[in-house]
């Protein structure tokens, strides 16, 4: 079989070399001819635990290539970026989505399966891409087979559940379900779930929303507890000893191509139904001005001059900024400009990252912590030692090295804030 995946992203490049690594032709498409260099020349351009060696087994096996236009297949998987619109709901801009099946029509032949990876708002396959597909003149479900199917992968751990973890196979039609389940069998080890299309598009974003929502409450419990003078983090613990009680950690946001980008989906598609959903999205995402809030209030405290961020990545351990509350805040703490704003993070290469965390804290008066990154799980007071005031906020509770200094602070103890002291002597 021969395969065309259309975006070579985070999601789209694993997803062919995994095809690849089965026994299967696959040839990548992307627009940046920097990328289709790279992979052609068996680098990867993104970082995701042993993809690089799936690449370097893909070509070897010369089942892997790289190119900038499309060409006839078998199956066509779609897996380009999906960006929110600039409106009130932020809805899904299915621009990239579109494009991608315009670019497939010529080459598109009776007996192709065309799959939408990408992840859409509700009844995006059905209403939008099933008119395109058949304005060719070939009916779906007997002469193209269109089905959605949402990646569900973790970063970090993508090789691993693009095999085990469950997919939904969403089909415009059973014909279209049945051609999207044998192209997936050829490595899914989960289970091949049935659906329509629609309902897989719903369920998708429900996942994700779910998440976002339960973050939410949590973040708000943060809030709650900070202007009662409560340890937020200590009333998690104890709830979370109960049997049926779940509650997620906060954080200073949520971001990344999925929470923070999905729910809005659900809203604009049916915006006097998505209340919650709706209010869960404003909370998270003005988690970013609160840690800048109390950001300013401990420097002012302090009469501080420069503050180290730790962390710019959506989560620990990967490379990716998307919507990054961890971003939004350095940028935030530059605008503001009282003080001196270092980025350290070891996953992110751009030229305003300081790569070397001494050269980070050297002379600082806060390190921000707004990322859990492996390397922050180590730190102790030693790696602080050349900071002018060693005051630390967690914004992720990862430093548990770090727990029991005078000034380290986290989302539980934000109250404390105001005990404060400069070079021993309270202000």
């Known amino acids: ?88 709901l932020k809805s899904c801009d299915l621009k990239y989505v579109l494009a991608a099946v315009n670019n497939i029509l010529p080459v598109l032949r009776k007996g192709n399966t065309i799959i939408i990876e990408s992840t859409i708002a509700p009844r995006s396959t059905e209403d939008h891409i099933l008119p395109l597909v058949e304005s060719t003149g070939l009916v779906v479900g007997q002469d193209i087979f269109l089905v959605h199917c949402p990646e569900r992968v973790l970063p970090g751990q993508i090789i691993h559940e693009l095999i085990y973890n469950n997919r939904i196979i969403g089909g415009v039609t059973p014909a279209c379900t049945q051609a999207g389940k044998e192209i997936y069998s050829v490595f899914v080890k989960g289970e091949l779930i049935e659906s329509a299309a629609s309902t897989a598009e719903m369920s998708k974003l429900m996942e994700n929303t779910y998440r976002d929502v339960n973050i939410a409450l949590a973040n708000e419990l943060v809030h709650i507890s900070a202007e009662l003078g409560i340890n937020a983090l200590d009333v998690i613990e104890m709830a979370n000893k109960h049997p049926r009680v779940n509650l997620h950690l906060p954080g200073p946001g949520v971001g990344g191509h999925c929470l923070a980008v999905d729910p809005y989906f659900i809203a604009a598609a049916a915006p006097e139904q998505s209340y919650l959903i709706q209010r869960a999205r404003h909370i998270n995402s003005t988690m970013p001005a609160f840690v800048v809030k109390h950001t300013m209030a401990i420097m002012e405290k302090i009469q501080g001059k420069k503050v180290a961020v730790f962390g710019l990545t959506y989560k620990g351990d990967i490379d990716d900024i998307r919507e990054s509350p961890a971003l939004e805040i350095y940028r935030e703490l530059e605008r503001q400009q009282a003080y001196e704003v270092v980025a350290y993070d070891p996953h992110v290469e751009a030229d305003f990252v300081e790569r070397d965390m001494e050269a980070a804290t050297a002379n600082a008066d806060l390190v921000l912590i707004l990322v859990d990154h492996s390397e922050f799980r180590a730190l102790t007071s030693h790696d602080f030692a050349n900071m002018h005031e060693m005051v630390i906020l967690d914004t992720k509770q990862i430093a548990t090295n770090c727990v029991g200094m005078e000034n380290y602070f986290h989302l539980g103890t934000l109250s404390e804030i105001s005990k404060l002291e400069k070079a021993g002597v309270t202000v």
């Open 1 to 88: 079989m021969k395969l065309v995946v259309m975006g070579l992203g985070y999601i789209g490049l694993p997803t062919a070399i995994m095809f690849a690594n089965h026994e299967q032709d696959v040839l990548g498409i992307d627009i940046n001819e920097k990328v289709i260099q790279e992979l052609n020349a068996g680098k990867i351009h993104i970082e995701e635990p042993g993809l690089q060696d799936e690449l370097d087994r893909a070509i070897q096996n010369n089942r892997f290539r790289a190119g900038l236009d499309v060409e006839a297949a078998d199956a066509f998987i779609v897996s380009v970026p999906t960006p929110n619109k600039n409106d009130d």
